[in-house]
């Protein structure tokens, strides 16, 4: 069973960038079909799919934050890692990894947000909080 952690600050200030690590265990980044997703959730809103690393190493984002978001991996850790730059207190929110077997549902947008359900993904990280403030 794949198994997933976040890991990384959970304070960061205004216009820095905000950067989160996920480990996996128990099953591989580059299986054929998989894909390794980044999804938050702000306080008191529902859950904002961020975007994802396919299993050949390219990636898609959300439109809406494509412009300050990067994901990538290590191979050799079985890690995969987001990168939100230029972070203001709107950023602040539990932060998830996820995986699924094949393009997430997530990723479709409806009327121009991309939401995201617990059951678009087979397996989630624990989330990490993260607060964007000075």
């Known amino acids: 069973q794949v198994q997933l952690q976040e890991s990384g600050p959970g304070l960061v200030k205004p216009s820095q960038t905000l950067a989160l690590t996920c480990t996996v265990s128990g099953g591989s980044l580059t299986t054929d079909y998989y894909y390794w997703s980044w999804v938050r959730q702000p306080p008191g809103k529902g859950m904002e799919w961020i975007g994802y690393l396919r299993y050949t190493g390219s990636t898609t984002y959300s439109s809406s934050l494509e412009s300050r978001t990067s994901i990538s991996r290590d191979t050799s850790k079985n890690q995969f890692s987001l990168q939100l730059s230029s972070v203001t207190p709107e950023d602040t929110a539990v932060y998830y990894c996820?995986?699924?077997?094949?393009?997430?549902?997530?990723?479709?947008?409806?009327?121009?947000?991309?939401?995201?359900?617990?059951?678009?993904?087979?397996?989630w990280g624990q989330g990490i909080q993260v607060t964007v403030s000075s």
């Open positions: 996820a995986k699924s077997f094949g393009v997430p549902l997530a990723s479709v947008p409806e009327n121009g947000t991309y939401v995201a359900r617990h059951e678009d993904f087979d397996s």
